[in-house]
């Protein structure tokens, strides 16, 4: 079983950017495919972006597309969500996520094999 811990959530200006890390522990980092996932208050969880294993393949919900980056350093055991040109609705509390098959916005998050604590995100207008 892996262990996730996201880092660099915070208060962001409309407009601003922020970059998620999540650290992964545990079995091999690079045999997992990872996912960014969040939910905003009184809203279920939903998907953000995805990596594959070695970082080939990316998937991005279409509100982010051109506005987010995910990438993964297999070397450091983390993955990165780049976050710009922000906007209040992406104000969440944003989760890693981690799976032995590849994540796309189609998968369900309770199938996930690991989750992390998550990082709360706040964009003022």
């Known amino acids: 079983q892996v262990q996730l811990v996201e880092t660099g959530g915070g208060l962001v200006q409309a407009g601003g950017s922020l970059r998620l890390s999540c650290a992964a522990s545990?079995?091999?980092?690079?045999?997992?495919?990872m996912g960014w996932f969040r939910q905003a208050p009184g809203k279920e969880r939903e998907f953000v972006a995805a990596?594959?294993?070695?970082?080939?393949?990316?998937y991005y919900v279409d509100s982010v597309k051109g506005r987010f980056t995910i990438s993964r350093d297999n070397a450091k055991n983390t993955v990165y969500l780049q976050m710009n040109s922000l906007k209040p609705e992406d104000t969440a509390v944003y989760y890693c996520?981690?799976?032995?098959?590849?994540?796309?916005?189609?998968?369900?998050?309770?199938?996930?094999?690991?989750w992390g604590q998550g990082t709360r995100v706040t964009v003022s207008s």
């Open positions: 545990g079995r091999t980092f690079s045999s997992y495919a």
């Open positions: 996520a981690a799976d032995l098959f590849l994540i796309t916005q189609a998968t369900p998050p309770k199938t996930l094999d690991a």
């Open positions: 990596i594959s294993w070695r970082g080939k393949n990316t």
